[in-house]
């Protein structure tokens, strides 16, 4: 199927969709890049990015460049992020700081031509079926049927089902 694809104001025919899926911490970033293609998704990087230590508003700048840099440089399609949720304990300093830094990449992701969207984990969890998405980041049976090629990290699986969730 012919897809055509919007970038930098002119329309290109595609026959792939290169995606990112990204799951923000307080002090990194777990990146899986994958394209779609005739039905199978193949994983072309699978890496953490660290925050940069020391002043927070420079690594701030620093990972907002890197991801812009990334996006534009690679031709990615589409960006999507775990939204933030509201957990069962209280807000602790880590949390806000993985507030702050989803925001960067939010806004660095939106300031490029890719399509962005944050989803809840509780959102992708029910698309898959009626267990907690725990329940699938664990089963191996799960994974061996899902149409990836490549290497993917076991601590990477979630940042692959943002990726593959439409």
Known sequence: ??????????????????????????????????????????????????LAEGDRGAAYAAIHSRLVDYIIRLGIDRVTLKASAIGPSKATLSHLHGAELRGVIHAAAASTTAEVSARSQAAVGKKLGKRKIEEYLSDEDFWKEQPITGKLRKGSRLAMLFLMDP
């Open 1 to 50: 199927m012919l897809v055509l694809v919007y970038r930098r104001g002119v329309w290109f025919p595609d026959m792939t969709t290169r995606s990112l899926g990204l799951i923000v911490g307080a002090s990194d970033i777990v990146v899986v890049d994958a394209e779609y293609q005739k039905g199978r998704y193949i994983v072309i990087a699978d890496e953490t990015w660290d």
